[in-house]
């Protein structure tokens, strides 16, 4: 049987050991339309800052490829998914064929349509190279805007100010990770972030992007009411979505991204998709949902039902994103709106809890106090009600809080 999976990233190699821990005999291909082996984007940051070197970006040894008698094809890109007959058209003229095949592709940066934001000085942020290419720009850079006050925004927005540039952020919005906190909590995060150095303006929309001298330098960005900012670097991090070119001439369903069930099944039997590029329903709602948590348990549960080992989507796709910034830990799970909050404001930090109806838990925000995270993710995964856990807002609460619902 020829396995080919497409990308090399967190979900392509959650599959990769979940099919070697049940066949070790199949042939597997690894495209990449990238050169390095399999890295993970959660350090990037990290990684511009300098806080950590180039080698700890890795998830796996060098080795890994071939330890797992691994074929792989890096450097070259997908033309094509030709369901058709079973085959992959590839950049370099090559054709692939396989009988079972997996879609881990990945998500591509959302490029606004800015005037002159085509040129030298505009960077995203979402791989290696980019974190490369931005680590060379900014080394005599006299000023950075970064367009999007989102998770990947205010990573890079850090890291940079870290390394001793001004750094002025500017989001839509009205607050700092509009789609992970409420009003309140992202103001004591804003609060925080303004403390250590960083510009940050909300409500506001970059309306065009500034370029003088013959080279069309970068000047500056054009904010909506009309004043300037100047800068040498703009970083737009506004958002991702699926990298779908490759199958938009063929019969696989989409919608945002690649809709599956929930072992990861596409509608054609042997082609399967996982981590930024599958679209499956949750809560009623069909989305994708690109964090690294759904990218390791979609890559696995594709790799066992692509081996006929059945395994099911089990963590329901919560929304759920973890950051630190300047030593600030924020935590987000669910989604945050309830028919009641609950909240817990000391010295330690803020605890909010949202709740439906049925008093179970639909979403929790921390910030500052977020050890118990887990035991509330866990909670709301398992459907507890209120009533049977003890109280819940305690700085004392633990897993022991919930004997009873055992």
Request: glycine share 12%.
């Amino acid at each position: 049987m020829k396995t080919v999976i497409i990308g090399n990233g967190v979900a392509a190699v959650s599959a990769v050991e979940a099919i070697r821990k049940r066949d070790r005999n199949c042939e597997i291909t690894v495209l990449s339309k990238e050169g390095e082996i399999a890295y993970t984007p959660c350090f990037l940051a990290r990684y511009v800052s300098g806080e950590i070197g180039k080698d700890k970006l890795y998830m796996r040894e060098s080795n890994f490829y071939d330890e797992n008698q691994i074929n792989t094809l890096f450097n070259v890109a997908v033309n094509e998914v030709n369901p058709g007959d079973n085959t992959v058209s590839l950049s370099d003229g090559r054709e692939l064929v396989y009988d079972r095949l997996l879609l881990a592709a990945g998500s591509k940066p959302v490029v606004p349509q800015l005037p002159g934001i085509e040129g030298d000085g505009v960077f995203f942020f979402r791989t290696l190279p980019d974190a490369e290419r931005i680590i060379s720009a900014v080394r005599e850079a006299e000023g950075v805007v970064v367009m999007g006050a989102g998770f990947i925004g205010l990573e890079i927005a850090e890291a940079l100010s870290k390394t001793g540039h001004r750094v002025t952020v500017v989001e839509k919005e009205d607050r700092v990770l509009p789609r992970m906190l409420d009003g309140e909590v992202a103001g004591i995060l804003e609060k925080h972030i303004k403390a250590e150095g960083i510009n940050i303006i909300t409500g506001r929309t970059i309306e065009s992007v500034k370029r003088g001298g013959g080279k069309q330098r970068l000047e500056g960005v054009v904010l909506d009411k009309g004043e300037s900012i100047s800068c040498k670097v703009l970083i737009v991090s506004v958002g991702v979505r699926p990298n779908l070119e490759m199958i938009r001439n063929s019969s696989l369903k989409t919608g945002a991204g690649v809709m599956t069930d929930n072992r990861m099944r596409t509608n054609i039997p042997n082609i399967y998709a996982a981590g930024d590029i599958a679209e499956m329903e949750v809560y009623g709602v069909s989305r994708v949902n690109p964090v690294h948590i759904n990218a390791v348990a979609g890559g696995e549960v594709a790799g066992c039902n692509m081996v006929g080992a059945e395994k099911v989507f089990e963590s329901h796709l919560e929304d759920m994103n973890v950051v630190t910034l300047f030593g600030l830990p924020v935590l987000s799970l669910g989604i945050q709106k309830g028919d009641r909050v609950l909240k817990r404001a000391d010295s330690r930090g803020i605890v909010k809890i949202y709740l439906g109806e049925d008093e179970r838990i639909k979403g929790v925000q921390l910030i500052g106090d977020t050890i118990r995270g887990g035991i509330y993710l866990s909670l709301m995964r398992r459907g507890v009600p209120l009533s049977e856990t003890y109280d819940i807002l305690s700085s004392h609460f633990n897993y022991g809080s919930t004997i009873k619902v055992f």
